[in-house]
């Protein structure tokens, strides 16, 4: 074999090789422009929030102010029901969500708790299958989903998914992330919470979930 064949082969194997490598390695670092959504968020009958892992306080001040900028008229907290497995039970993570929210001009008759059980698909899975008996019985015509900036597409698409079938709008609100695509992987809070969540956005991909 000549030198220039197994030259020209060896370069052949290193692009078959490496170029995919880059290729993911290029999504992976760009995963916040990939878990991010764009889509415009609309005043609802119901706002809807994930409490696990348990919202911040920051956080949920922000969700007070939309409340009072009536861009919802009721805030369904969703709670999976954990039994003695967890540290902190289910009711103690709803009283003290609720306590915050009291805390923040947050009426606690616009607040309703929906707890979900552990769902193989994952929590969001479960939970809109549960805010869809809510919008049957209800009659309702608008969901907002609040989740956190980089959380958002995937809970959004899988509320879509799960909620197709009626005539409703689903939307969402993304609170701002102090995170960005030239600084997410610089500190290992960041780079855990982009990384977990493109895992998650990529499983529930595969899985039919969204």
Same mark, same amino acid.
Do not use: C
């Given at each position: 074999?000549? =030198?220039?064949?197994?030259? &020209?082969?060896?370069?052949?194997? $290193? &692009? ?14 760009? $995963? ?14 119901? $706002?809807?929030?994930?409490? #696990? ?8 001040? %922000? ?5 009072? /900028? %009536?861009?919802?008229? /009721?805030?369904?907290? =969703? ?5 003695? #497995? ?17 805390? &923040? ?13 552990? @769902? ?8 809109? /299958? ?19 900036? &980089? ?10 998914? @799960? ?5 409703? %709008?689903?939307? $969402? ?9 030239? @600084? ?27």
């Amino acid at each position: 074999m000549q =030198v220039s064949d197994l030259t &020209f082969r060896l370069k052949l194997f $290193a &692009f078959g090789f490496l170029s995919p490598i880059f290729i993911l390695l290029g999504l992976f670092i760009s $995963a916040p422009y990939w878990l991010k959504t764009s889509e415009p968020y609309h005043k609802s009958d119901i $706002a809807v929030l994930e409490t #696990s892992p348990i919202p911040s306080k920051k956080f949920l001040k %922000q969700i007070a102010s939309l409340y009072q /900028k %009536q861009t919802f008229t /009721k805030l369904i907290l =969703v709670v999976r029901d954990d039994g003695d #497995s967890s540290l902190l039970g289910s009711k103690e993570r709803e009283d003290r969500i609720l306590l915050q929210l009291v805390s &923040f001009q947050v009426p606690p008759n616009s607040v309703q708790i929906v707890k979900i059980s552990s @769902n193989k698909l994952g929590d969001t899975d479960e939970a809109a /299958k549960n805010i869809l008996k809510l919008v049957v019985s209800d009659n309702l015509k608008s969901v907002l989903i609040l989740a956190r900036e &980089f959380e958002t597409k995937r809970i959004l698409k899988t509320y879509q998914k @799960n909620l197709a079938s009626l005539p409703l %709008q689903i939307s $969402a609100y993304p609170f701002p992330s102090e995170l960005s695509v030239t @600084n997410w992987f610089l500190s290992e809070p960041g780079f855990r919470e982009v990384s977990l969540e493109f895992l998650r956005y990529i499983y529930s991909i595969f899985r039919g979930v969204i």
